[in-house]
């Protein structure tokens, strides 16, 4: 079974998470996947490592995806976050959104990306190639 939210090292597959959910009047499934990089603007990054204090995120992130549902009318969402050491291209942050039509999945999948990142108490640590380490 695939919880609506999961923060932790474990991660479900991409089906997991789509067949968590059925209803037949979603007409669209907007899914988000945030995947660690290395880009010349952050410099050579080799890892990412997060941390949480979990049972305060899970309520922020229930409280951001009550808040889509009521703005945008969607009918579901998942909220997933890895913690722990995540390497360079794997995935680390999913959100997905079931709704009517596929203009309230965008936005309402884009608030919740947006709003876990500036409310949720989950913290990443870049780790380069050089052995330094930045907290975001």
């Known amino acids: 079974m695939v919880?609506?939210?999961?923060?932790?090292e474990d991660w479900f597959t991409l089906d997991e998470v789509f067949n968590s959910?059925?209803?037949?009047?979603?007409g669209a499934v907007d899914i988000f996947l945030g995947i660690?990089?290395?880009?010349?603007?952050?410099?050579?990054v080799k890892e990412l490592h997060y941390e949480a204090y979990i049972s305060m995120a899970e309520k922020v992130i229930r409280e951001i995806i009550n808040e889509a549902k009521e703005?945008?009318?969607i009918k579901h969402a998942v909220?997933?976050?890895r913690t722990g050491v995540?390497?360079?291209l794997t995935p680390s942050f999913l959100v997905a959104v079931w709704a009517g039509h596929r203009q309230e999945a965008f936005t309402a999948c884009r608030y919740i990306v947006d709003e876990v990142k500036a409310r949720a108490p989950i913290w990443k640590k870049e780790v380069f190639e050089t052995g330094q380490e930045s907290w975001k």
Do not use: M, N, Q, W
Request: glycine letters at 10%; one cysteine or more.
């Open 79 to 81: 909220v997933h976050h």
């Open 21 to 26: 959910y059925k209803d037949e009047t979603c």
């Open 36 to 44: 660690p990089r290395s880009a010349p603007e952050d410099g050579d």
């Open 86 to 88: 995540v390497p360079l």
């Open 3 to 8: 919880p609506d939210i999961y923060i932790g």
């Open 71 to 73: 703005k945008f009318g």
